[in-house]
């Protein structure tokens, strides 16, 4: 068994009553010793297992964006306004709005591999409501979220699409009206002229004529973990106004801030 995986969803199943506090208690003291179950990010033993996969701590160190932020596309700023990139309409310029958590770095990447790649999924509720607080101006006034899908191929290896469960954590409607059309190379190590090559042709709308009537003058959030280099919102929502969409914006938990050395890391998808 993988480290700290399994168990976790006899124990979270647990709040679905009303367990009083002495039993909780009482249920994290066994489930501590017998099961021994791990932080998600640091991997120190859990004291809480029935509060969830990571423990306060790192949850308290998360590092989160705070104003101000470029008006546009949430990352911070020394003043309120847009950023360069932004004025310029040198990012994502399909999209109206994006935000985003915090930077793509230390416990809230660690938190998005143990969610894609440990199966740790209860955490996409968690991260739903970070979201929810830090990307109210984009998720108001929006009719429904879109994730961005995975190529089936992908979907099947891991079994779950991690957009399409943080998307479920959010209080819109959700629409799975994208397909990924095309397996695309990894995003590693490419320019961003050369990433907007290779996602260009990679997004379809699924069921056309049922998808457009969803979408039609709607305004729409595309949700996903990571944004990058926004070449790949960008594709998506190039389709979703090709299909009717008034407004296409954006979040996602994490932004890669394009100067850091990790920034490539988050293309495996
Ligand atoms: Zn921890
Ligand atoms: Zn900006």
Redesign the pocket.
Same mark, same amino acid.
């Given at each position: 068994m993988k480290k700290g995986t399994g168990p976790f969803f006899t124990a979270s199943s647990l709040k679905k009553g009303p367990v009083p506090f002495f039993a909780r208690r009482a249920i994290d003291g066994l489930l501590a010793v017998l099961l021994a179950p791990r932080c998600a990010s640091c991997e120190e033993l859990l004291d809480s297992p029935t509060s969830g996969v990571v423990c306060p701590r790192c949850w308290s160190a998360l590092v989160v964006f705070t104003p101000p932020v470029?008006e546009? /596309?949430g990352?911070p700023v020394l003043r309120t306004g847009? /950023?360069g990139?932004?004025r310029a309409r040198a990012?994502a310029a399909e999209i109206t709005r994006l935000r985003a958590v915090g930077p793509y770095d230390g416990t809230l990447r660690r938190l998005l591999h143990a969610l894609k790649y440990d199966g740790r999924r209860t955490l996409a509720k968690r991260l739903g409501i970070l979201l929810e607080a830090h990307a109210h101006d984009v998720l108001d006034g929006a009719h429904l979220l879109v994730p961005v899908p995975l190529h089936v191929s992908r979907r099947r290896e891991r079994g779950f699409n991690q957009a399409t469960d943080l998307a479920s954590a959010l209080d819109l409607p959700r629409v799975d009206a994208l397909a990924r059309v095309a397996t695309t190379r990894s995003q590693t190590g490419l320019s961003r002229d050369q990433r907007v090559r290779n996602v260009r042709h990679a997004f379809a709308v699924r069921t056309r004529a049922l998808t457009s009537a969803a979408l039609c003058d709607r305004v729409v959030v595309l949700v996903d973990d990571v944004c990058t280099t926004g070449a790949t919102l960008e594709a998506c929502a190039r389709v979703l106004a090709r299909a009717g969409a008034r407004e296409v914006r954006a979040v996602t938990v994490a932004r890669a801030l394009l100067h850091h050395p990790q920034m490539d890391t988050d293309t495996h998808r």
């Open positions: 470029c546009r /596309c990352l847009s /950023c990139p932004c990012f």
